[in-house]
């Protein structure tokens, strides 16, 4: 066999979302800051496809490029890939990473808690872990600054007529939709009616909603449909994340729980802490650190926090005889009209 590159990885999953953290073999990338480095990747958009598509990945699977960071806060960095998208920051994405990192000895572990800072594209991420005998069991990253940018916004989807949602940035813009309204519990069962269902809803916020970041246009865009309901074990309420190409987040989402942590603010409806279920019954547990403002717009900076496992250790091999090898995709599991990828065999 011959071998033109081998990527070292580590995959993990946080409260049942997975991720692969890129430890080595990818060297830098231009640009200074994540932000810089994440428009890089994005314009030159080879490594995603051999990390996350089929043959070596798969739909829900994110990946995770470790970078050392020029920011003289951070202990690193770390660019962010979806399935089908970058974005400016994902907390299953941040805990994976951190526990990584942790776990694997890059970053020094202190009992009975290690305090770490993060860099990602949107921002710097403060992370602390608990940790007893040598294990993390805890870990919670104080976000970026979270804003609501709409409440109740009235929006129109063909055959499904008007919904109102609530619209706004935790990391990423989520667009929050009434599940029970809708009829939905957010059981696993509902998995696959959901995510079509958020794909074709997730089109018609973005055309009716203005959505924009006062700071950075370059996160100006909605990234996730969250479906809510209420809780079934013991939490404040479930969670159903879709995400692009069309499959929802196993993980109650950390992104969506900060944002939505922002809406129960502006709505004065936020208590001390916030528990968000997912729908594999999985939880998040976030609350407010402090009061801020972005831009024009008040917003709060909330902290999350949930567990992570690592999975597995990985030498992913590019081979140049593959004809498969750049990664492909089939509209089965990542949905219809996102198929890519090389599938000429001959």
């Known amino acids: ?16 979302e ?20 994440m428009r890089a990747l994005e314009a030159d ?30 202990d690193a960095g770390f660019v962010i890939m979806e399935s089908s998208s970058y974005e400016g920051m994902s907390g299953t ?12 000895g890059v970053i020094e572990k202190v009992e009975p808690i290690t305090e770490l800072v993060l860099e990602a594209p949107a921002g710097l991420v403060r992370v602390r872990a608990w940790v007893t ?8 990253f104080e976000n970026v600054p979270s804003f609501a940018l709409a409440l109740d916004a009235p929006v129109e989807v063909p055959e499904l007529g008007t919904i109102h949602v609530d619209v706004a940035y935790g990391g990423a813009f989520c667009a929050f939709v009434d599940a029970a309204a809708l009829g939905f519990a957010i059981v696993p069962d509902e ?21 924009a970041h006062p700071l950075i246009p370059a996160l100006s865009h909605l990234s996730f449909v969250v479906f809510t309901a209420p809780p079934r074990v013991g939490g404040d309420a479930r969670h159903a994340t879709i995400v692009s ?58 902290a999350v926090s949930g567990r992570a496992w690592i999975t597995g250790f990985h030498q992913l091999v590019v081979d140049p005889t593959d004809p498969l090898g750049d990664g492909f995709k089939l509209g089965d599991t990542w949905g219809a009209g996102d198929v890519q990828g090389s599938l000429n065999v001959a």
Request: with cysteine; net charge negative.
């Open 245 to 302: 190409p069309g499959r929802l987040d196993r993980s109650p989402t950390g992104t969506a729980t900060s944002a939505r942590i922002a809406v129960l603010s502006a709505r004065g409806q936020m208590g001390d802490t916030y528990t968000a279920e997912s729908v594999i019954d999985t939880r998040f547990v976030g609350r407010v650190v402090s009061q801020t403002r972005v831009g024009e717009l008040d917003a709060v900076v909330p």
């Open 93 to 104: 994405n941040t805990i994976n990473t951190a526990a990584v990192l942790l776990e694997t």
């Open 45 to 74: 958009d080879r490594l995603r496809p051999v990390l996350l598509f089929e043959p070596r990945g798969s739909a829900p699977l994110s990946g995770d490029i470790v970078f050392e960071s020029a920011h003289p806060e951070a």
């Open 133 to 140: 005998d040598g294990v993390v069991e805890r870990i919670e």
């Open 191 to 211: 998995a696959r009616e959901l995510a079509t269902l958020g794909e074709r809803i997730r089109p018609h916020v973005s055309e009716q909603v203005a959505v």
């Open 1 to 16: 066999m011959r071998i033109a590159r081998v990527i070292q990885c580590v995959d993990a999953h946080a409260e049942g």
């Open 18 to 37: 997975p991720s692969r953290i890129v430890v080595g073999g990818v060297l830098d990338v231009p640009g200074t800051t994540m932000l810089e480095k």
